[in-house]
């Protein structure tokens, strides 16, 4: 009975050990967020806002008729967001999701190696929105993200 006991005791110590070390990785979420660039000073955290969006969709999941998808071709994203792919995003129907009582219906989809949903960026009272899919919300008033969404 003491040996059964031992070894129930054994198998449970190494499942949970297994289950803490999964969840410590980094990029748990879908993304490894902690390169300097997405660390730098100009990024300002902002309050939680949730937005309607599906993280960890395929990018195919946000590319019916419905939306618009087209893959930035830009050094300064690619160098501003390692690791991820930018894609403008627009909703050709105008319905978008909301932040904070306004309607967004233009912004930049970012996606992971594996090609899933990480992050949404858009433009919101002169600033650059950027929200993560590890609960995290930064603006950044950087000129490079006004003249970009203005071309």
Known sequence: MKKYF???????????TATASADARPG??????????YRHSSWQRTSHATVSVNWHQNRNY???ARYRMER???????????????????????EGFWYRGHRVTNGVFFYDRD???VSVGFMHNGAFIFI?????D??????????????
């Open 28 to 37: 748990r979420h879908g993304h490894d967020w902690s390169h300097n660039k």
């Open 138 to 151: 930064y603006e950044n008033r950087d000129s490079f993200f006004i003249s970009w969404f203005n071309r």
């Open 72 to 94: 930035i071709h830009d050094r300064g994203w690619h160098d501003r967001f390692p690791g991820l792919r930018a894609y403008r995003w627009h909703d050709n129907r105008g």
């Open 6 to 16: 031992l070894l129930t005791l054994v198998v449970l110590l190494l499942t949970l």
């Open 115 to 117: 090609d899933q949903l």
């Open 132 to 136: 993560r899919d590890d609960d995290s």
């Open 62 to 64: 946000y590319a019916p």
